[in-house]
């Protein structure tokens, strides 16, 4: 799944980034109901992940996670602002074994940059935001 705009992020909090557009397989994502989850068509393990590319601002830290279930998190980065007002990506991916076709991850952004700062629907640096997934084994 990726999307086609920008995304904004408050100051210092955290926010679960929607999807507009899914590819690829039908059934693990929605772009109507629940677009910031990705779901999972069956058990097994799975590679989970995504690009988060922010806007270009010199100040702050900005972090990404992979949340399962709204609650746990899988992965997370954390990447420095470098300095300068130019673009930056942080990329989580992870590996999990998927136990209920019920489960769901969401893709998390923070960023304490003193005031609203976009993930880029498109980046010239790193490509746009994007979140996907693929199983390995059963």
Known sequence: AFTSVNLNTANATWTAL???????????????????????????????GANVPWSANGTGVRRSRLVLNGSTTIFGSHLVAPGAAVECANMVVAQRRITST????????????GSTL??????????GASFWAFRVSA
């Open 18 to 48: 929607a999807w507009d557009t899914s590819e690829g397989s039908t059934g693990f994502h929605s772009t109507a109901a629940n677009s910031t989850q990705f779901s999972f068509p069956s058990t097994g393990v799975w590679v989970i």
């Open 102 to 113: 019920a489960d769901f991850v969401t893709v998390e952004a923070i960023q304490n940059s």
């Open 118 to 127: 976009s993930v880029l629907a498109d980046s010239t640096t790193s490509g």
